[in-house]
Structures are given as C-alpha cells and as structure tokens.
C-alpha cells in the first residue's frame, strides 16, 4: 500500500540556520510527489512538486527538494529560515486513482 | 487559475442536526473531487472520492451514511454531515482534480457543541 512517513514529528532552528525536512514514500511506481505547507487554521498552500525529470526542485519561499529514488525519498530544504516559516509541514504522494496521501507533518517552530 | 472554494468556512451546529458543506471549483471544470479530514494537530486523511454523475467511493472507515456526498455538477461536491455529533469536529478540507494536479480548497472548520 502507498504510504509517506515523515520521521521528525517537530523541528525546532534558529532563524537564518538551514533546514532539512524528511520524507519518505512507499510507492510502486513512479511517484508524483509534493511538499504542503499550513498555518495554524489555515489551508494548504503548495510549496514544490516532483512529477518526472530533474531530481532537484525548486519551489516557492526558497524552498527546494530532491527526489532520491535509490532512497525513496523526497527530503525538503532551505538554506536560511525566516521566523515567517514556522508552520506544520506536509510531504504526500499521488497514489493510485489519483488519491493523495499525506505523510503525518513536521511541526517546524523557529527561533528568533 | 485553478481555484477551489468551500463555503462555509467555519461553523457550528448543535448535535443531532446535519450541516452541508461546499466546494467549488471556480475556474475549471472537476469531474472528481476529494474529501479529506483533519483533526487538530493531525494529518489530512483522505474520506471519499465524489465523481461527477455517480456515486462517491469512501475509505474504510468512514460512514457513507452520515458523510453524505453529492456532486451533482462539474463545479459542485457536497459533503453533508448528518446527525451531527462533537467527534465529528474536525477540519474539512476539498480538493479537485486538474491536469494530473491537485487542488485545495481553504478548508470548512466544523464544531459541533
């Protein structure tokens, strides 16, 4: 069954420090994957997406991932926190019949 | 483009009433949508599939006859909340499918006192 872990349940950097947030997938074929972001009360807002080609990607808020297969995963990352940045993070996976799974979040809190 | 609404955003009913919730997509046409729930501090899990014209597919677990949906037009799903008790608050959330792309609505915040 197509499945997502995300292994960190909550981060805590401080502002200006680098990030990198986990993601893991278990899919049989190739994935289409993305990265969510959501603020407290808030919906989902798309931070990048993986359908085919270049391995690393580039999204919005200076965030970027890469795509490892060999690893299966799709780990999220930014080179220097905004303390606008903490929100709960979630990675997911088109699954068959076009279903979305989502992985269970990382709570990102930042430090000023 | 590809801009999904839910209507209402928040609200609150008494248990045992049933409260219907929206979503539309605004600029494209959506021959599925989904139906995702969130509890606090928890992750989005997938409820149902609607599709345009026929009847919606559930996940296990959920209770086609309480969470009722209809989606009765290319814009339009309905997820209706019969019999409404405080387990079901959560966090509604829908999303339409475009192009192979996913996209959310805003969320409907359901409290049920």
């Known amino acids: 069954a197509q499945s997502v872990t995300q292994p960190d349940i909550h981060i805590t950097v401080s502002e200006g420090a680098s990030l990198e947030l986990r993601c893991n997938y278990s899919?049989?074929?190739?994935?289409?994957l993305f990265w969510y972001v959501q603020s407290p009360g808030q919906g989902l807002q798309l931070l990048l997406k993986?359908?085919?080609?270049?391995?690393l990607v580039q999204g919005i808020k200076g965030f970027e991932a890469e795509f490892k297969r060999s690893q299966s995963s799709f780990n999220l990352r930014k080179p220097s926190v905004h303390w606008s940045d903490a929100a709960e993070y979630f990675c997911?996976?088109?699954?068959?019949?076009?279903?979305?799974?989502f992985g269970p979040g990382t709570s990102l809190s930042v430090i000023p | 483009g590809a801009v999904v609404s839910q209507h209402p955003s928040w609200v609150i009913c008494k248990s045992g009433t049933s409260v219907k919730i929206e979503c539309r997509s605004l600029?494209?046409?959506?021959?599925?949508m989904f139906w995702y729930r969130q509890f606090p501090k928890q992750s989005l899990m997938l409820m149902a599939t609607s599709n345009e014209g026929s009847k919606a597919t559930y996940e296990q677990g959920v209770e086609k006859d309480k969470f009722l949906i209809n989606h009765a037009s290319l814009t339009l799903s309905t997820l209706t909340v019969t019999s409404a008790h405080p387990e079901d608050s959560s966090f509604y959330i829908c999303?339409?499918?475009?192009?192979?792309?996913?996209?959310f609505g805003p969320g409907t915040r359901l409290t049920v006192t």
């Open positions: 999303s339409a499918r475009l192009a192979g792309e996913q996209y």
């Open positions: 899919y049989g074929a190739t994935p289409y």
């Open positions: 997911a996976v088109v699954a068959s019949y076009d279903k979305v799974i």
């Open positions: 600029d494209f046409q959506a021959t599925t």
């Open positions: 993986y359908f085919s080609g270049d391995t």
